[in-house]
């Protein structure tokens, strides 16, 4: 039963659908199992938790499944390195992601064709985003030759189309492939590739000239990546281009579509860099979105984070319960949580937070996975609850400070 629904997880993620994935997946870890379908479940758990860009999530998921899969055999083992490598790039420790990826490499004798694949397009990938465009064809070009799409039309479609955005950069000349690419991934079911291809395509227009073009494929695959959760992919591919995200931000400033691309923008590792261009590029309600949204999250970005050795946090005492069962909560969560509360709806909690629709529903199902709760009244009920507790607390530790027991 725990792998079946691990796999439901891992189908849900290849069809694009990344909130349902992490829904399907929440589960899926339990004590019961043993360690080895343990670790392999947490393991997917961190994977989709990068992909929706939360990275603290996805580092206590994977050092988890570290730990349980210490002793249980090289494949799980690279599975669970290949994604802490590209979660380090995601975070901006490159130079340790890569580090990380080599020693994989350095092994690819002993790894199964599907895991040396993706661990040389995550190679590949990150040598590209730090714009060392000739050395990554050769890690990309390998990856296609490894998995054909028979075998694995994820795996496959996405090596080619981050092979076709590398040469593309270098040589021009590739967007009819990405596009050729983007009809075969949906063909395949596997619509996280597909949207992915159209992204690319933007970004070869955009580096091409071609604004129009850009703008077409941004507004024809941006609503649907947002909607199903491409928080990560989003970030790493337009944060370091702010100019091609400021056409979509100055055509879309009165619709939700603005404001949920300046929050998944929020993740990138340099996300302050990016938001001082955007406010050149754009009118000053984006300056607006941006200083709400710091303002709300008290987004610093995650520079400096070192993974290398990052421990599982211990668990939370009796006594510290309520405070420790609130604190897993972001600044963001809180104050959605509060306006939750508040009997205030979604529409509102958008309005008042100025961040799209989706992206509150996307809070409230952290909010109710964080507090243990299915329904959105429960979740209400439940900070209720745990803020009385913590008043308590604070209450008896006055009490003791002014009566200590003699």
């Known amino acids: 039963a725990a792998r079946a629904q691990a796999l439901r997880a891992h189908a849900a993620f290849y069809r694009g659908d990344i909130f349902a994935a992490r829904e399907l997946i929440r589960d899926g870890h339990n004590q019961e199992g043993t360690i080895a379908q343990r670790a392999a479940s947490l393991n997917t758990h961190g994977m989709i938790d990068m992909a929706l860009g939360d990275y603290d999530s996805a580092l206590r998921h994977l050092s988890e499944a570290a730990t349980a899969a210490d002793g249980f055999g090289d494949t799980l083992t690279s599975h669970i390195e290949d994604n802490m490598a590209f979660l380090q790039a995601s975070m901006g420790r490159t130079e340790a992601a890569l580090h990380r990826l080599e020693r994989l490499r350095e092994h690819s004798d002993a790894l199964d064709p599907t895991m040396l694949c993706s661990c040389l397009m995550h190679q590949g990938t990150v040598l590209r985003r730090l714009r060392d465009f000739e050395g990554a064809l050769g890690p990309s070009q390998f990856a296609t030759e490894i998995v054909g799409a028979e075998r694995d039309p994820y795996l496959a479609y996405n090596a080619r189309a981050n092979l076709a955005l590398a040469r593309g950069i270098l040589e021009g000349g590739q967007r009819a492939t990405l596009q050729e690419l983007s009809a075969l991934a949906a063909a395949a079911g596997v619509g996280f590739v597909e949207l992915k291809c ?44 702010p100019e091609l995200a400021a056409l979509i931000l100055r055509r879309h400033r009165s619709n939700g579509l603005g404001p949920a691309l300046v ?18 590029l754009c009118p000053s309600q984006v300056g607006t979105w941006i200083d709400h949204m710091s303002a709300g999250n008290g987004r610093t970005g995650p ?23 609130l604190n897993e909560l972001t600044p963001r969560e809180r104050e959605v949580l509060e306006l939750m509360a508040a009997d205030r709806t979604n529409d509102e909690i958008a309005a008042d937070l100025f ?23 429960g979740a209400v009920l439940e900070y209720q609850r745990l803020k009385g507790l913590v008043a308590e607390g604070h209450e008896e530790q006055t009490r003791l400070h002014l009566h200590p027991p003699k």
Request: hydrophobic letters at 35%; aromatic letters at 6%.
């Open 198 to 241: 159209l992204l690319f395509g933007a970004v070869l227009a955009g580096s091409e000239d071609d604004p129009t073009a850009s703008v077409s494929l941004l507004e024809e695959c941006l609503p649907r990546q947002l909607r199903f959760g491409h928080i990560n992919l989003i970030a790493q591919e337009l944060g370091p281009r």
């Open 263 to 280: 929050e998944a923008l929020s993740h990138y590792w340099l996300f302050p860099e990016t938001a001082e261009t955007l406010r050149q």
């Open 303 to 325: 520079r400096g984070t070192d993974l290398s050795h990052a421990p599982w946090p211990a668990s939370p005492s009796h006594s510290s319960a309520g405070s420790s069962a």
């Open 355 to 377: 961040i799209a629709i989706p992206t509150v529903k996307t809070h409230i199902n952290h909010i109710r996975r964080k507090l243990d709760q299915t329904t959105r009244v």
